[in-house]
């Protein structure tokens, strides 16, 4: 079965940099669509960034230029380098495949495997 499994969050000052990591096992990487996602409380879940099977990137507005998303094909891992971070960036920061092509990459019924997700704090 598929696992994805994310690291790297924490807590940074505005300004910081993260750089978070999901591993995925349990299918043929590269395959999919990947995503990050995040969600604050009281706010529903919200596309950050998406990186096709061909290396082709997608980002949030609100985080254009300052956040890169990347695969390692070799090591079946996605990684999402966050830089200038913003308090409101504060979220639960979750790694999806997406099963899934319909209107957006932002829908997130898309997306059948998701990680548990790791914590970033921007103070």
């Not at 994805?4 to 591993?23: D, H, I, P």
């Not at 891992?77 to 495949?97: G, R, S």
Request: contains cysteine; glycine residues 14%.
């Amino acid at each position: 079965h598929v696992q994805m499994v994310e690291s790297g969050g924490g807590s940074v000052q505005a300004g910081g940099s993260l750089r978070l990591s999901c591993r995925a096992s349990g299918y043929t990487f590269g395959t999919y669509q990947m995503a990050w996602f995040r969600q604050a409380p009281g706010r529903g879940r919200e596309g950050v960034a998406a990186i096709d099977t061909d290396g082709t990137t997608t980002y949030a507005g609100s985080v254009k230029g300052r956040f890169t998303i990347s695969q390692d094909k070799a090591k079946n891992t996605l990684y999402l380098q966050m830089d200038n971070l913003k308090p409101e960036d504060t979220a639960m920061y979750y790694c999806a495949v997406r099963t899934t092509y319909g209107s957006s990459w932002v829908l997130t019924w898309q997306y059948s495997y998701w990680g548990q997700g790791t914590q970033v704090t921007v103070s």
